[in-house]
């Protein structure tokens, strides 16, 4: 009896164990299974959910293809062997919310949602190629150390050593106008090489690291081999650079040449790094390799240096190129009449509004010369004339409605490179073209009956009203006398009003003082005023004639230009 219970005793722990063992095996292989399980339901819900992203791209891409409006859901999409969908809103602009789902074949399902997405615009293609005005570029040479070439029609890069020294072209392009966040999909910089002396050079591009001063040819007045503004040392004789290569082209015949500076171009909109302009190089040698490139100032306008892009935006945050910045300050109360032109020599009989153009700007087929010319505007004959600076005339065109009375030229904007032309008797603003059709128009008599003169607002202080046109009258929407400045966007929509009735007779001519918040009126009594914005007067001159019909800027030496109709002249103030 004993030992059976002795044997009984030491099998029990036994038997317990046994099954305590048993136990814990059961329990291990239960929630090994349950493990499985749920390692394949999250490995499907994962897999839905990289089929969900895929809906949320393609979504974004569709919006992205839409131009900024009319958006739609994306259905169900097959996938493979499983199926997605997308909703968004808004349903125009940006930036939108897009909610994503994805559906495996086997019922697994995820949503996912990404708000604040942007939404961009389609793309625009422009090409920047700036005069003598607003052209930006110079040349160093190590042989002249303090010489200045920013006047130059050459942009020379030569790798040689002396005695003839090395020399490097420095050009920047005014980009202020590219939307934060902007997708540089392409950007091309061209200049044109017309005298290739010597043995092949490769010519190399690479970003400036310094503000430089492009200069006159003037001493110290802007950057040499040893200065970046005439005055303050480079770091580095030669100008300061970054080391990497952007670019570059084998300098072995003469033409067009392009380097890719999309990358560049993108870390300027960025702000990775400053718009300090880009060098162009050869490595130093023994040799004579001269590469003469087109400046800015060339008077072959079509081969000057160019840029361009090809870029994207959010929806409503493009913009168009900047107006350009002013070379010199339109902004003081002239002394005295420096010159004059008659207009009766050239046929005019009642000249009311002039424009200035640029050089190289075209009307009528014909180029403006290297010092600009002038467009008036004559609606007794119906006629615009064209003429140099001297009064020289270089064309004339019938104006395409009877009572044209003023014009401007539209640097940037909508109608940019067009002229907008006011008619009095039909209350409206004309846009034509550089062959003096008609493109488009707009009605002024939501707010005067009787548009006169006409100014484009280029640069200002604030930024407020760039690219926007402002109109003088005598007389409200009504027709009732009424002397004021209307401010306009160039679709004609009304910005901003100016009661001018403190005048002592109509405002007829408006010019905008380029790179300030200020207009230059003239009276037809001939007093000139410069006002704000606002319409606060901030100074006055006479401008010695008894009958004004015009006033505007010579963009190129800031000389203030009155049509004087009772003397049949145009008169320089400064």
């Not at 290569?245 to 380097?259: E, F, Q, R």
């Not at 990775?272 to 190089?281: D, E, F, K, S």
């Not at 550089?434 to 005067?448: I, K, L, M």
């Not at 006479?542 to 145009?570: F, L, R």
């Amino acid at each position: 009896m004993s030992g059976r219970r002795e044997g009984g005793f030491l099998l029990l722990p036994v038997v317990l164990a046994l099954a305590l063992i048993a136990s814990v095996a059961f329990l291990l292989s239960r929630e090994g299974a349950v493990h499985v399980r749920r390692a394949a339901t999250e490995a499907g819900i994962e897999r839905a959910r990289y089929v969900a992203e895929a809906a949320l791209q393609h979504q974004r891409w569709r919006a992205n293809a839409s131009a900024c409006t009319g958006y739609t859901d994306l259905g169900v999409t097959d996938f493979g062997p499983h199926t997605y969908s997308a909703t968004i809103a808004p349903t125009d602009g940006s930036p939108v919310a897009i909610t994503a789902t994805g559906d495996l074949a086997d019922g697994t399902r995820r949503t996912v949602r990404e708000e604040n997405v942007p939404v961009l615009d389609t793309p625009r293609t422009i090409t920047v190629q700036p005069g003598r005005i607003t052209g930006k570029d110079a040349y160093l040479r190590s042989a002249q150390p303090v010489t200045n070439y920013g006047a130059d029609a050459d942009l020379v890069v030569d790798p040689a050593g002396p005695p003839t020294g090395e020399r490097r072209g420095l050009l920047q392009f005014d980009l202020s106008g590219l939307a934060p966040g902007a997708v540089v999909e392409s950007a091309e910089l061209g200049v044109y090489l017309h005298q290739n002396t010597g043995d092949v050079a490769t010519v190399e591009a690479r970003r400036m690291t310094r503000d430089w001063v492009e200069g006159t040819g003037a001493a110290s007045s802007g950057a040499t081999w040893e200065e970046y503004d005439g005055v303050n040392n480079w770091t580095t004789p030669g100008g300061d650079h970054a080391a990497a290569v952007i670019d570059s082209y084998p300098a072995s015949s003469t033409g067009w040449k392009t380097l890719d500076v999309r990358s560049l171009v993108q870390g300027w909109v960025d702000g990775a790094y400053p718009n300090q302009g880009v060098m162009l190089l050869a490595q130093p040698n023994s040799g004579n390799r001269d590469k003469h490139h087109y400046s800015s100032d060339s008077a072959q306008c079509a081969l000057r240096p160019k840029l361009t892009l090809t870029y994207r935006c959010q929806c409503g945050a493009c913009s168009f190129p900047p107006p350009p910045a002013p070379i010199c300050s339109a902004d003081y109360l002239p002394g005295a009449q420096t010159g004059s032109f008659s207009t009766s020599a050239i046929g005019a009989s009642d000249v009311w509004g002039l424009t200035f153009l640029e050089d190289c700007m075209a009307f009528n087929g014909v180029s403006a010369p290297l010092d600009g010319a002038w467009l008036l505007v004559d609606p007794a004959n119906k006629s615009f004339y064209m003429t140099d600076t001297s009064g020289g005339l270089l064309t004339t065109l019938a104006t395409p409605k009877d009572d044209m009375l003023d014009a401007a030229y539209v640097h940037a904007g909508v109608w940019r490179d067009h002229l907008a032309v006011t008619e009095g008797s039909e209350a409206r603003v004309y846009f034509l073209d550089s062959s003096g059709a008609v493109q488009d128009f707009f009605p002024t008599d939501a707010f005067t009956a009787h548009p006169v003169g006409v100014a484009y607002i280029g640069r200002t202080a604030s930024g407020a009203y760039q690219n926007h046109l402002a109109v003088s009258s005598d007389k409200d929407a009504f027709g009732a006398s009424s002397a004021g400045i209307y401010i306009v966007d160039q679709a004609g929509n009304l910005r901003k009003s100016i009661d001018l009735s403190g005048l002592p007779s109509e405002p007829w001519g408006v010019a905008h003082v380029s790179g300030t918040d200020k207009l230059l009126i003239v009276t037809e009594g001939g007093s000139a005023s410069i006002i704000d914005f606002d319409g606060n007067p901030l100074g006055g001159y006479s401008t010695g004639v008894a009958q004004a019909q015009g006033i505007a800027i010579n963009a190129m030496t800031c000389q203030h230009v009155v049509n004087d109709k009772g003397s049949e002249a145009i008169l320089y103030l400064e």
